[in-house]
């Protein structure tokens, strides 16, 4: 099936190794179709290699309208003659940089059209070129009409005789020439389809269905957006008569707030357009076979949608065997009884965006751990764990016979925000119900109307989440850290479907940015992030106000918050520059940064003090700490929100300058001194070192936002290292956001004690006591809540790999082509001996693993630390130790280690202030595999 710097002066020169891994627009091959951009973004990584301090010196890329065009050396002279015009739509040549991440072709490329790549690589003292690396494909978007919302000839159609909650069928039969068949067969031409939905589709061909993906689109704001997935289907047509079927599902189309109020302003669902296009290898523009419009037939279908799709209440899926028509979506069947297709025009025009981001999947299998007797023909079934996704179960009985199916999360509870399927039995007396377009938070189902209990083999749960790949890793010595981390994944995974992370699965199931800000960092360092934080930075433009305001969650709209809420539309892209070195991203969110801010600046009082210009739910602080909410009439939450958007003000401005808009930059970097005055004026205590009182999130926020002038930040820090190890017994008194930024605060400014101090508390409040208490995912509340998948606690998880490990990327060098890696040695002290884990940048998988062995008295350590680099990168390394002398790499000197450069050595320090650890030594590193080995006098703890 088609597929679609000043580094270091130390290398040797040899072949290169082959480049792999190529991604477009940071998808693989088989994701990257129907890009939205003629220029679209090319990058790679080199294969490890065992030569240190590779560093790639130039590259040559090709693209072209068939593989067969690439890896050819196309002189000058004779390019065109070699090829049909417009074949080879790019040939760079050789290309004098170490950059292999947002390459672009200089030309804008034709829209609707197939292409595939290469690229190889040179190391940077060498001129043999490495093998061309196996190619990559991608596909452009057929062109739209000229406001973006349709496709010539394209209509919206759906089932007039169905309800706004059916899930209807559609299909439609249509010719392919032997010709045109040969030619796909061949691989000369292909066969693509670009569906777009108000609502969920599923598309099948002669039978087969297109992918493997679930819940497709992903979730967007339908009064904006409409987003389309790109099939290529050219594995299942074939010469002659061909069955193009849609089945439908209203899904989130049914969608509606009440905080603030809104809907989609849609009077029909689910309807799509879709159009389905004949793309030939000679490189001519594709050829439309046919589009939606009232040739298709449509009929009900098995299922309909049970319930509500809002806060409350999601509903599930009910379907009804007896309305089986198998084969419906092939080309023998028998539509004659079947109505056409209706067109309807949409309210307002809706922009057709394409749906590029890792879709949704079944990920993975939850068995069944359990079924006991619940009542007359009812049963319990207990599932292994908590998951987010579907239930698939196996019955049986008599015609017409009625299985009800409850989900609960928690013990002794039936069902909870009527999460509930149904199933008719059909006329064979048995059948196997599995939701398709719905989705549930389980742990218990009630099935109800069955005689005799189901075996534990007919019951299975599936996984169903974004399938972004799990690709960092982390375990350390102490069992309890490395729990809170895989806990942390599996509530991350839980929570993370269509498209954006949510608050929970089950009850409001929203995009709130309070709780994207807890999981980002996180996210960042474990998962593909580029494709999927684009697409919900997107999210979070469309639903701004004409003034400015943004509410508190993306794409759907409702529930509370504040600015630390809508905010999320500058840290987060922001955040995600620095892994990517994204500039795109910087700038399609920009505006809306500047409006937002410009919002805030409307509401401030005289004396400079942005204050609740809203509700009771609009200038929420930090949420459900130990000892209480911030509510949004409280002093509390004046203080916080001033500090969180005075951060804001710099990020943007920083924004600013990286984009160019150097006036803007000036504008917002004049706010950033008086607003931080206007704080402390307010707030803050000097004799004292108080902003209100000591509390932690009261005390990290202005020292994160820069409040905190330095004069007075070793009083500041003081009486937050005393709050969090005295005042709290190394305990968190910490909310939604006070956990992430003391969190971020504290690793960055290499204060791991503190963090690590709370992470190891085991009563409450703490992530210990969650786990001692049965959780395996964070609730809602420190003190434990119903809602047991909740998005409030991910705040801890990028410590992990970026505080214990030392993995950062460096502020001065965007996308992770060089990294900071400062361990945390000072854990020593606290008995942690070993960790180990690993990141994958944009450049490969930077992995770090230490660990000490104690001397005779256990009063020193020898302290190991490996560390492995992808090829074209480097890193800047901190050992605890002055003795340079004394360290070894591989048993050897490292000073005499090629590849290995001392900087210097320095206080195990953070802007001048001596911190608790030894004195560091500074190395630059190149890529490769290294093996250090330094004493270090540091007190070993007993773990």
């Not at 690229?119 to 003292?125: F, I, P, T």
């Not at 854990?827 to 930077?846: F, I, P």
């Amino acid at each position: 099936m088609w597929q679609l710097g000043l580094l270091l002066a130390f290398t040797l020169a040899i072949a290169a190794p082959v480049p792999q891994d190529l991604r477009t627009e940071w998808l693989p091959s088989d994701l990257a179709l129907g890009l939205a951009t003629q220029q679209p973004r090319l990058s790679w990584r080199i294969s490890t290699s065992d030569v240190r301090s590779w560093v790639q010196g130039s590259y040559q890329v090709q693209i072209a309208s068939h593989p067969s065009l690439l890896a050819i050396d196309y002189s000058a002279a004779d390019k065109t003659k070699a090829l049909p015009s417009g074949t080879l739509q790019w040939d760079s040549g050789r290309v004098f940089s170490n950059q292999s991440i947002n390459i672009q072709s200089p030309d804008p490329l034709p829209w609707g059209l197939p292409a595939f790549w290469t690229v190889r690589v040179w190391e940077q003292s060498s001129d043999t070129p490495s093998s061309w690396s196996s190619p990559a494909s991608f596909s452009l978007a057929p062109a739209t009409s000229s406001s973006g919302t349709t496709w010539p000839n394209a209509s919206y159609i759906g089932l007039a005789s169905g309800s706004n909650k059916d899930c209807p069928w559609l299909r439609r039969v249509w010719q392919l020439s032997s010709q045109d068949a040969k030619a796909v067969r061949s691989g000369a031409a292909w066969v693509f389809a670009c569906v777009g939905s108000v609502g969920y589709h599923e598309l099948y061909v002669n039978g087969f269905p297109a992918s493997d993906h679930v819940l497709n689109p992903v979730v967007t704001d339908l009064a904006k957006r409409v987003r389309f997935r790109t099939y290529n289907i050219s594995a299942f047509v074939q010469g002659g008569a061909n069955a193009v079927g849609l089945w439908l599902g209203p899904g989130w189309s049914l969608f509606e707030g009440v905080n603030p109020v809104m809907d989609f302003n849609l009077t029909k669902r689910p309807l799509v357009i879709a159009q389905f296009h004949l793309v030939r290898a000679a490189g001519s523009a594709p050829d439309v076979l046919f589009s939606t419009d009232t040739a298709w037939k449509a009929s009900r279908s098995t299922t309909t949608h049970y319930g509500q799709w809002k806060s409350g209440d999601f509903g599930g899926d009910a379907v009804d065997a007896r309305l089986a028509a198998p084969g419906w979506n092939t080309a023998n069947f028998d539509d004659h009884a079947w109505e056409a297709a209706t067109i309807y025009s949409l309210p307002s025009p809706r922009v057709l965006s394409p749906d590029v981001v890792e879709p949704t999947r079944k990920r993975s299998v939850v068995n069944a751990q359990s079924v006991r007797p619940a009542g007359h023909n009812t049963w319990l079934v207990t599932m292994e764990t908590l998951f987010t996704g579907w239930i698939e179960v196996n019955v049986s009985g008599r015609e017409g016979d009625q299985v009800d199916f409850e989900i609960s999360t928690n013990a002794g509870t039936r069902v909870e925000y009527n999460m509930h399927d149904r199933y008719i039995i059909g006329p064979c007396g048995s059948g196997t119900f599995c939701n398709r377009f719905s989705y549930h938070e389980i742990h218990y189902v009630t099935i109800s109307g069955l005689s005799s209990a189901p075996s534990l083999t007919a019951i299975r749960g599936y996984r169903v989440g974004t399938d972004r790949t799990h690709e960092g890793t982390f375990a350390c010595s102490i069992d309890l850290l490395t729990q809170i981390y895989n806990t942390t994944v599996n509530n991350y995974e839980g929570l993370t479907t269509g498209g954006i992370t949510v608050d929970c699965p089950h009850r409001e199931r929203l995009g709130y940015g309070g709780d994207g800000h807890t999981s980002l960092e996180f996210a960042l360092s474990n998962y593909p992030s580029n494709a999927f934080y684009s697409k919900w930075a997107q999210d979070w433009g469309d639903i701004q106000e004409p003034g400015g305001y943004i509410a508190h969650t993306a794409p759907t709209i409702d529930g509370g918050g504040g600015p630390a809420w809508s905010g999320f539309v500058i840290v987060m892209p922001w955040q995600v520059y620095q892994y990517y070195n994204d500039t795109a991203i910087l700038a399609s969110a920009y505006p809306h940064m500047l409006k937002l801010l410009d919002f805030f600046e409307a509401r401030r009082t005289p004396a400079g003090i942005l204050v609740n210009w809203g509700d009771t739910w609009a200038f929420l602080g930090d949420w459900i700490t130990p000892h209480g909410s911030e509510e949004s009439s409280s002093i509390e939450a004046v203080l916080f929100n001033n500090c969180y958007v005075l951060y804001c003000t710099q990020l943007a401005a920083r924004v600013a300058r990286i984009l160019g808009d150097t006036a803007t930059a000036a504008v917002l970097e004049k706010r950033v001194p008086v607003q931080a005055a206007a704080i402390a004026a307010k707030f803050f205590n000097a004799s004292v070192g108080s902003f209100l009182d000591t509390l932690q999130t009261h005390l990290v926020l202005p020292l994160i936002s820069g409040v905190v002038e330095e004069d007075y930040r070793e009083l500041v820090e003081g009486n937050l290292r005393k709050e969090i190890l005295v005042t709290k017994d190394s305990h968190l008194d910490t909310g939604l956001h006070g956990t992430y930024f003391m969190t971020k605060y504290l690793l960055e400014n290499s204060q791991n004690d503190l963090v690590l101090a709370y992470a190891r508390a085991t009563t409450f409040p703490s992530y210990g006591h969650f786990l001692a208490s049965g959780y395996t995912t964070w609730p809602e509340d420190w003190a434990g809540a119903s809602s047991r998948m909740h998005g409030c606690y991910n705040g801890i998880g990028a410590w992990f790999q970026k505080g214990l490990l030392g993995i950062h990327p460096d502020p001065t060098w965007p996308g992770m082509q060089r990294v900071v890696v400062r361990p945390a040695a000072e854990a020593l002290r606290d008995g942690v001996m070993w960790a180990k884990g690993s990141v994958t940048t944009t450049y490969g998988v930077v992995a770090v693993s230490w660990a000490a062995n104690t001397t005779a008295g256990g009063s020193r350590a020898l302290y190991h630390i490996n560390i492995t680099l992808p090829s074209n990168s480097m890193a800047t390394l901190f050992l605890p130790t002055a003795n340079w002398a004394a360290v070894q790499e591989s048993e050897r000197p490292a000073s005499s280690v090629p590849g290995v450069r001392l900087l210097r050595i320095e206080p195990w320090a953070v802007a001048g202030r001596q911190l608790p650890g030894p004195s560091a030594a500074v190395l630059e590193v190149g890529s490769g595999t290294y093996s250090f080995t330094s004493p270090v006098d540091i007190p070993v703890g007993d773990g």
